[in-house]
């Protein structure tokens, strides 16, 4: 099966601090990796099979897909291949063959520290969330072009307006509203 991707090799390349000579067979699985958890979440499964299509049936260029193509080109083409590049990171030094996993090393310079690595990583994300931001709010604002994006439904993947994670979810119920009180952060047996 042909997965579809959103952005090229040059995008990947030209967009972050990949060196134009990395293989390619190393970062596809990850620009693949980056487009299911990060771009379908934000867009819904509709929106993003649009997108697909589009791209399969070679009209993503058409004047009437000029929404379509703006997302693709201006948002999703900043914020895919940071996510992709964040994804990659940990495993850029390392070949993993026949069972066994081996440490690359460079003649001309010496690897991060985990540390280094680690800041590298937070940057990177940083980034990405920025881009991904960026993208919920050019579709949210332009919804009457995206008509795919409240059409999910089922096991559909519905669309996540949220573009950053600290690792805590501080996401309200719907119906709890906007007023914040001592009671929220109170366990039942001390009310």
């Not at 990850?30 to 049936?57: F, H, M, S």
């Amino acid at each position: 099966m042909a997965y579809v991707l959103f952005i090229s090799e040059q995008k990947l390349k030209e967009s972050t601090a990949i060196n134009l000579n990395v293989d390619t067979e190393l970062l596809l699985p990850y620009v693949r990796q980056a487009q299911k958890l990060y771009v379908e979440p934000k867009l819904g499964t509709d929106l993003n099979q649009k997108l697909k299509d589009l791209i399969t049936a070679g009209t993503i260029g058409d004047v009437a897909n000029a929404a379509y193509k703006t997302l693709l080109e201006d948002y999703i083409g900043d914020m895919l291949p940071n996510w992709a590049f964040y994804h990659a990171v940990p495993f850029l030094r390392f070949k993993i063959e026949n069972g066994n996993i081996y440490s690359k090393t460079s003649e001309t310079g010496t690897a991060l520290s985990t540390e280094e690595a680690q800041h590298l990583r937070e940057e990177i994300r940083n980034t990405s969330e920025y881009y991904t931001e960026r993208m919920i709010e050019y579709v949210r604002n332009n919804t009457s072009s995206f008509p795919e994006y409240s059409t999910n439904s089922g096991a559909d993947v519905s669309p996540d307006s949220n573009a950053y994670y600290n690792g805590m979810n501080l996401e309200r119920p719907m119906n709890q509203g906007t007023k914040l009180t001592l009671r929220d952060f109170l366990t039942p047996d001390l009310t």
